[in-house]
C-alpha cells in the first residue's frame, strides 16, 4: 500500500528561509508527499515567497499563531481524510534527502 503524506508548514514572517525549507523538501526522496503552507497573516513577502515555489499555500484568516493555522490548513484542504499521515514541520526546516526513507523504515519497523 502507497502511503500518502501531506506536510503542513504554518509560517509567519519566514520569508528568508521557506525557499530553502520547500526546496529541501521537494529534493527528498518522497513522490507521495505534498506540501501545504499556511501563512499566519505574515507581514513579509513568506505567502508571495511560498507560492512561487509551486507548492499549496493558503492564508489563515487572522494573525492566531502556530495551532490555529495549522488547524485552519487541516480543515481548509481536508488534510485529515486526504492523507494517510500528516506532518507538521516549521518554516525553517530542513530535512536531508532521506528523510521520508528513514520514516517509513522506523514507523514499518514499529508496527512489526
Not at 5 to 11: T, W, Y
Not at 40 to 65: E, F, L, R, W
Request: hydrophobic fraction near 45%; include cysteine.
Amino acid at each position: 500500500m502507497e502511503i500518502k503524506v501531506a506536510i503542513l508548514i504554518p509560517v509567519y514572517n519566514e520569508g528568508v528561509v521557506i525557499r530553502d525549507t520547500v526546496n529541501s523538501l521537494l529534493s527528498a526522496d518522497c513522490d507521495r508527499s505534498d506540501i501545504y503552507i499556511v501563512d499566519d497573516k505574515a507581514t513579509d513577502a513568506t505567502a508571495a515567497i511560498a507560492s512561487s515555489t509551486g507548492v499549496n499555500v493558503v492564508t489563515a484568516p487572522k494573525n492566531g499563531g502556530k495551532a490555529a493555522a495549522q488547524r485552519f490548513a487541516l480543515s481548509h484542504f481536508d488534510l485529515v481524510n486526504r492523507y494517510d499521515w500528516i506532518i507538521c514541520l516549521d518554516g525553517d526546516t530542513k530535512v536531508c534527502p532521506a528523510f521520508f526513507n528513514v520514516m517509513y523504515e522506523k514507523a514499518n519497523s514499529a508496527h512489526r
